[in-house]
């Protein structure tokens, strides 16, 4: 159909229309007048190549996509602000955190390891866990994950540790997972990776939410005070919601439930106004507790419990915006460890070296120039000057003839430009003994990282029951994955280093003999448990940025469903109606609600706890319905509370739920929020034959 453009008319103007619209341009400021036809000749002619706002339009379309990240593609993110509790001035002159009080912006991104871009959230993996601190002295960016430790201790095995864990290189699959052949044939030939691989088989690569689990820095670094004092530091953000997991049944069933699930839950609670927050914790050491430690600090593979270097919590992180646009902010961000400003530092770890190195070099493949730093999210928020020059996007116009320091042009009466400063400027830590070490040039490791299975040990052994018996059944589940039929024992063999019962109970649930111990490169050193490594032991009981999915039908009690509803909010929670339909849903009352979820395309897993107010005549309807006998026995098995009127009771039999301290008759309201802050791991021998 022919479309007549229309010149401007009466309080029309080149950029504004009458409806207070800005008019669509063209990227060069050209006020379009017609976006929905192509310029033709004639109504039913050729495309003409005239047409520069069609080709302009492509162009742009067909350019839109860029390199994912070549790992943590698949990320969300949130701006913010970090909040300095007390002054660090005696540990360290960096000016973030130097002035109780004193509040930093934040841009932080967390993410899964192994995916693409456009995988599921939801996979068995190790999430990033990426601040960017935009700081008056220049950007930190502090690069972790939610996991203290590392698969390898030298970055040269990084692109292998890599490749093994993605999808297979001649078939393209696994996508995110890391159930396959060449991971655990990796893994099998790496010890180094054991202590590792504990924490990665346990549920905390199933966080709940990623407002709901803990991030690392991982690597030992330094805070250098005004005196040029040298204290080493661990970095641990601690959520203000606990720690909590999803068990491994409900992680894969909410990968059908919603590819986005962390994406969806971070946006929605901020957008809400539930601001997730962390604490900063530091482990603050020196030299003489590092060297009295009986592994190395420089040693990725290890961490420092808590109960040997306390945490010292200095400041906290609230997340308090969502990005305005994912790809400008999310995808175009680029944390980069080695964005380090004066009065920290790195330390040998080999791993951190290398990082230092990759994350510049990979960003400039990514981003596709050196100038990726002009981008408005990885831009400084401080004043920047320097000479560097030109480069693909160019986006600032430098002034003045000097592009060269020194430079005398200033005698000239022109601005010579910015000039190094020693007091202000970064330096490096000078007179640490990690940092005096000398010698032959060689490929080596240390002697002292060779103890891979002491710490893999103990954190096994921080686990209580329940949990080891999570990270036996997600080995047996992962290697069960595995068809090279030689990795199965060799992992096993190794294992019987960290412990000789974990191994038994892999092996049998496998069903498979138990293979012969392999050679540790150091004895195994019985080291003491770290309770603060257990997410049981350490979960708060609360509702606070939970979520109650309230199940109901025609006929159910308007009064129960208030007072149900008010609860859940008064206790920090929020909650969604789920029913056979969206409109019209008639109370007892006559008043009408609509749901927020239909049924079938709203299971339980996407809940923390579910409330069954439902009629009788509802309760019979739904206990023919597989997807409600589904939702409940679902929420069952993966041991949430289940809240109930009397007419449910139809439907609770029907998803064979039987009667513990988590199913709890509505009646009593305050009664079903206590039992809904809290999951029921005891439930579990009754619904799940663990190994
Ligand atoms: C302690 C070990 C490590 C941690 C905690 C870690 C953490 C992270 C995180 C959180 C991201 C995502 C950043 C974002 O959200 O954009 C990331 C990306 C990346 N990491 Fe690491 N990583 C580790 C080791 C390594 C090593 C050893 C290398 C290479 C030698 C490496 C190379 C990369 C690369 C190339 C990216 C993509 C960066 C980008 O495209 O912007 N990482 N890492």
Not at 336 to 343: A, Y
Not at 435 to 451: C, M, S, T, V, Y
Not at 634 to 660: N, P, R, S, W
Request: hydrophobic share 40%; proline share 6%; net charge negative.
């Amino acid at each position: 159909m022919k479309h007549d453009s229309t010149p401007p008319t009466g309080g029309e103007t080149h950029q504004t229309t009458n409806a207070s619209h800005p008019v669509l341009t063209t990227n060069q400021g050209i006020p379009v007048a017609d976006n929905q036809n192509s310029l033709k000749a004639g109504a039913r002619g050729p495309v003409l190549l005239e047409d520069f706002i069609l080709r302009e339009k492509i162009f742009h379309f067909d350019h839109e996509r860029i390199p994912e990240r070549i790992v943590h593609a698949r990320g969300s993110a949130a701006h913010g602000y970090f909040e300095l509790y007390e002054s660090l001035a005696d540990i360290t002159k960096a000016d973030l955190f130097q002035r109780a009080g004193e509040k930093t912006p934040v841009f932080a991104r967390f993410s899964t390891v192994a995916g693409g871009a456009g995988s599921v959230d939801t996979p068995r993996d190790v999430r990033g866990f990426a601040v960017k601190f935009y700081t008056q002295q220049g950007n930190w960016d502090l690069v972790g994950n939610n996991i203290p430790v590392f698969f390898i201790q030298d970055a040269i095995k990084f692109p292998d540790l890599i490749h093994a864990v993605k999808m297979e290189a001649d078939r393209g699959y696994p996508q995110a997972g890391s159930a396959h052949d060449t991971f655990w044939d990796f893994v099998s030939l790496m010890p180094e990776s054991a202590h590792m691989i504990m924490w990665a088989m346990s549920d905390r690569t199933i966080p709940r939410s990623l407002r709901m689990m803990e991030g690392f820095g991982v690597h030992t670094f330094c805070m250098v005070n005004s005196e040029g004092k040298n204290t080493f530091v661990k970095f641990h953000w601690k959520p203000k919601l606990g720690l909590q997991s999803t068990v491994w049944d409900e992680a894969l069933k909410l990968q059908a439930a919603d590819n986005d699930y962390h994406r969806r839950d971070l946006f929605e609670a901020i957008n809400q106004g539930n601001y997730p927050e962390w604490e900063l914790g530091l482990q603050l050491f020196d030299q003489a507790t590092a060297d009295s430690l009986p592994y190395d600090v420089l040693d990725a593979t290890k961490l420092i419990p808590e109960e040997v270097v306390p945490i010292r919590i200095i400041g906290r992180m609230v997340l308090d915006r969502n990005p305005d646009n994912f790809f400008a902010e999310t995808e175009q961000v680029a944390f980069c460890p080695s964005n380090m400003v004066p009065g920290m530092d790195f330390t040998n770890d080999p791993l951190l070296q290398g990082r230092l190195f990759s994350y510049l070099d990979t960003q400039k493949s990514r981003l596709g120039t050196t100038n990726f730093h002009q981008i408005p999210i990885n831009a400084p928020r401080c004043p920047m000057h320097n000479m560097q020059r030109d480069g693909m996007m160019q986006m600032s116009v430098p002034q003045g003839r000097a592009n060269y320091e020194p430079n005398s042009l200033h005698q000239a009466g022109e601005a010579g430009g910015p000039r190094e400063c020693p007091v202000t400027g970064f330096s490096s830590f000078q007179g640490r003994p990690d940092h005096d070490e000398q010698g032959d040039k060689l490929r080596i490791r240390p002697e002292a990282f060779a103890d891979h299975y002491s710490q893999a040990r103990m954190f096994y052994q921080s686990q209580t029951p329940n949990e080891q018996a999570h990270i036996a059944s997600a080995i047996v589940f992962e290697l069960s994955k595995v068809e090279l039929s030689h990795v199965p024992p060799k992992v096993i063999a190794n294992f019987r280093n960290i412990s000789e019962e974990l191994a038994a109970r892999v092996a049998k649930g496998l069903g498979l003999p138990l293979p012969e111990k392999s050679p540790a490169a150091a004895p195994v050193q019985e080291l003491d448990a770290s309770p603060a490594l257990s997410i049981q032991q350490n979960m708060k009981s609360t509702l606070d940025g939970r979520s109650v999915g309230i199940l109901i039908t025609d006929g159910s009690d308007a009064t129960l469903l208030k007072a149900t509803q008010e609860a859940i909010e008064a206790a920090g929670g929020t909650f969604k109606l789920i029913a056979e339909r969206i409109h019209n849903i008639a109370l007892s009352d006559g008043s009408t609600v609509k749901a927020d979820g239909k049924l079938d395309g709203t299971p339980s897993q996407l809940f923390d706890a579910v409330a069954l107010i439902l009629s009788a005549e509802g309760s019979t309807r739904l206990a023919k319905e597989g997807a409600a006998v589904q939702f409940v026995m679902d929420a069952f098995g993966h041991l949430k509370a289940i809240g109930y009127t009397d007419a449910a009771q139809v439907l609770l039999d029907k998803a064979h739920v039987e009667a513990d301290a988590g199913v709890v008759a509505l009646s009593r309201t305050d009664a079903f929020t206590k039992a809904a802050s809290r999951r029921y791991y005891d439930r579990e021998p009754n619904v799940r034959n663990l190994a």
